[in-house]
Nanobody
């Protein structure tokens, strides 16, 4: 069982920045894939960025060049740096990690971008 705890959401003006954190209860050595997803009001959950272990990070087109995923392996923490935020980025953001064949989700953190 892996627990994921997210933090860092909030209210920001368009053009601003936020950094989300996702702290995992398991060492990153055991994680096959990690990533971020989001769910906007009235929308389905969608991919933001996905980073397979030893593989190339994939960013959704609508965040490419503005969002960056990174990790601090010593802290078992994954980050999502978001820059040049737009109102359409407003959503609940979820971190996701896959260990073996099981996927785990964080509780979600709200990001609201005002125009």
């Amino acid at each position: 069982q892996v627990q994921l705890v997210e933090s860092g959401g909030g209210l920001v003006q368009a053009g601003g920045s936020l950094r989300l954190s996702c702290a995992a209860s398991a060492t990153f050595l055991s994680i096959n894939v990690m990533g971020w997803y989001r769910q906007g009001p009235g929308k389905e959950r969608e991919l933001v960025a996905r980073m397979p272990s030893g593989g190339r990070t994939i960013y959704a087109e609508y965040v490419k060049g503005r969002f960056t995923i990174s990790t601090d392996d010593a802290k078992n923490t994954m980050y999502l740096q978001m820059k040049n935020l737009k109102p359409e980025d407003t959503a609940v953001y979820y971190c996701n990690m896959i260990v073996g064949m099981r996927g785990y989700w964080g509780q979600g953190t709200q990001v609201t971008v005002s125009s």
